[in-house]
Structures are given as structure tokens and as C-alpha cells.
């Protein structure tokens, strides 16, 4: 049983495929190839060929244009010309931004013209199972793995110290880069409404805010100055580039609360990352995120409610809960995602008609 991921796995990289292309090679008579460049110009015949993120399969670009778009639509023809079974994983509903028509079809192919589309939660199987675009399609629940390269047995006390947080310090990270001014100001309105003594936040990763090149001129000084501001006066904390995982680690494990800066995406696997840090989080009332913050006790909200929520006493209330941790290890293990896999490679689970992408 030959199993293509469309991905090349790096180093420093998101941990799903390398998890997912992982779990699989465990399966039985599975040979797995992780691979960009074999999905492009396959050298082989493959059983199975594993699609995330369809702007992947662009090198992220955003300029898609119209042969981007037929080179895509041909080489689904040749997968299902070869009889392979085309897999799609549902991350992202369309890009979250740049969007432009050509973008969007890619998208559209990658969903609408494969043979079995993954959901890691309930709220999307049922939605596209119901849609009548996507009739004909298999659907599938198949769960967002654990994160394996974290330090989930760091001492909070002792990261703290080096962090320089004191211990009376409530300190909450967002983690995830920041993509849109409006989550920067969505944050912001949550961390205000806490009225919990000595409270700080960090922001792990604010992509949308240029650190100007460190010159002693009057824009740097300027930038200082307000980072000095934000720092001592709003007690504001911001990280402008990539963070190590092992960075990274370290303020999740030093965290009191993890506050999701998204307000209408499908997926975040951030939620899977500070549940295994048995953190409290605050999510959005959206998409598989619900169901994933309800199932491990978070907090939900509707981000348009802010004002009228009572975050301290949902704070109280949630944070004596410590099973999440074990939780999630049973319901999100290895084993439990190898068996939902091993339903889609099942052989006598029979395959739709294969329509081409013409």
C-alpha cells in the first residue's frame, strides 16, 4: 500500500504532517512518501496521495493564476487515471487572505474532486457532508494529532524564573502569529476585561507589527519607546519573529491562560498544543474549535459578546479542572487516529465514482 503525502517535511515546520505521515507508517504494509515534488511529478504509482493546505501545493504563493489552476485539474486527472484515491484534509475553508478567484478554485479541486475530505471535527463533517457540492465524496473524522516535539515535562516555577515572570504574575500568551490588526484589538478587549491582580500578556508571535531595523535613529527610538510603554504601563508583551519549539515550550508551561486570537476560522491546533500543556484556554464560538475547547472544558465565547462576559468567574469555575492532559491523550492517542486512518485504507470500503477535474 503505497501512501503519498503532497508535503515536504522540514524542520522547524508545523508538526501535522510529519505526525499524521508518522501514525501511517505504523499501519501495516504501509510504504509512505512525503513529497512536493512526487506529487508534481509522480515517478511511481500510489495507492493513496494525502493533500494539506491546497496553497501548499504553491509554495503558498498568491498570485495563482489560470494555468496554476489546470496544472492542478491535470494532475488530479493523472492520480485518478492511475486509480489512486485522492485524501484532502479540510484546514482551512479558503485562504485567510489574498484571496482572488484563481485562489479560490484551487481550493474548490483540492475539496471538490477528491475522493475522501478530512474533518478533524464533527461541526465540518456535517456541514460538507450535507452540502450537495460535495456529494459523492467520502467524509471522514480523523483527529488532530499530539504534538510530539514540545517539552511537555518542563517545571512551571523553574521556567518562570528564567522567563523572568514573578510569581504573583497572571500571565496569559496568544499564541499563533497575529494576521490582522482586528485580533491584536480582539485580545486586547479580553485582556481588559479581566480584572485579575498583576495580569500580563505576551504575544507570541505579532507578524502584523514592523520592527524597524535596530539603528540609532528616530523610528527605532520611537518603536522602543512605545515597546517600553506597553511593557510597564499596559503590561503588553510582544515577540515579532519565529519562536524555537523550545522557546516556545517554555512559555506555555510558564502560562496561566491561553487566549486563541482567532474569531472565525474552522481549525486551530493550538487548542490540541495547550490542552497537552493541561492549560485553560478562551476560544471562539466557531467551527470544530467549539466542539474541541467544549470537550476538554475551556472556555467558549462569542467574540462579538465580549463586554457582557464574566471572564473571572468562567476563570474560577474552569480553572480548577486538571484531566484535560489525560484526557486528550485518550481521546486524541495514536492508536485512536491509526484506526480512523485504517478505515480510509480499508479496501472493502468502496470509492465513489471518480469525476474528473475538467
Known amino acids: 500500500m503505497k501512501i503519498l503525502f503532497a508535503y515536504n517535511i522540514v524542520e522547524h515546520d508545523n508538526e501535522y504532517v510529519s505526525r499524521m505521515a508518522e501514525i501511517t507508517r505504523s499501519i501495516e504494509n504501509a510504504e509512505v ?41 491535470n494532475i488530479f486527472n493523472h492520480f485518478k487515471n492511475q486509480k489512486t484515491c485522492i485524501i484532502t484534509t479540510l484546514h482551512d475553508e479558503y485562504a485567510h487572505h489574498d484571496r482572488s478567484d484563481f485562489r479560490d478554485r484551487i481550493f474548490d479541486i483540492c475539496y471538490i474532486k477528491c475522493d475522501y475530505l ?102 527605532f527610538i520611537l518603536f522602543k519607546i512605545r515597546e517600553l510603554a506597553d511593557k510597564k504601563i499596559r503590561k503588553v508583551y510582544q515577540y515579532y519573529k519565529f519562536m524555537e519549539t523550545s522557546m516556545l515550550s517554555k512559555y506555555f508551561e510558564a502560562s496561566d491562560l491561553v487566549i486563541l486570537p482567532r474569531t472565525d476560522i474552522l481549525n486551530s491546533g493550538n487548542v490540541t498544543l495547550g490542552t497537552q500543556f493541561n492549560k485553560l484556554i478562551i476560544g471562539p464560538d ?53 484506526s480512523q486512518l485504517k478505515e480510509i485504507f480499508d479496501p472493502s470500503v468502496s470509492i465513489p465514482d471518480r469525476k474528473t477535474s475538467g
Open 286 to 338: 466557531a467551527g470544530n474549535i467549539k466542539e474541541q475547547l467544549e470537550k476538554y472544558e475551556h472556555i467558549i465565547i462569542d467574540p462579538s459578546q465580549i463586554e457582557n462576559i464574566d471572564f473571572d468567574g468562567l476563570i474560577k469555575e474552569k480553572d480548577s479542572i486538571k484531566s484535560r492532559k489525560k484526557k486528550i491523550h485518550e481521546v486524541q492517542s495514536d492508536e485512536v487516529i491509526k
Open 33 to 73: 512518501v512525503s513529497s512536493l515534488e512526487e506529487f508534481w511529478n509522480p515517478t511511481r504509482q500510489y495507492d493513496f496521495v494525502f493533500i494539506n493546505w491546497p496553497d501548499y501545493l504553491f509554495n503558498w504563493r498568491k498570485d495563482i493564476n489560470e494555468k496554476d489552476v489546470q496544472n492542478l485539474k
Open 118 to 219: 478530512v474533518h478533524l471535527g464533527e461541526f465540518s463533517l456535517n456541514k460538507y457532508k450535507h452540502d450537495p457540492a460535495y456529494a459523492g465524496i467520502n467524509h471522514r473524522l480523523v483527529y488532530h494529532p499530539l504534538f510530539k516535539k514540545f517539552d511537555f515535562q518542563l517545571d512551571k516555577q523553574f521556567v518562570r524564573k528564567e522567563l523572568k515572570i514573578r510569581k504573583k504574575d497572571y500571565y496569559i500568551i496568544v499564541p499563533g502569529g497575529i494576521r490582522h490588526q482586528y485580533e491584536f484589538d480582539y485580545v486586547m478587549k479580553i485582556f481588559k476585561q479581566l480584572n485579575l491582580p498583576h495580569k500580563k500578556i505576551m504575544f507570541l508571535r505579532s507578524t502584523t507589527i514592523k520592527k524597524p531595523p535596530r539603528k540609532f535613529n528616530k523610528e
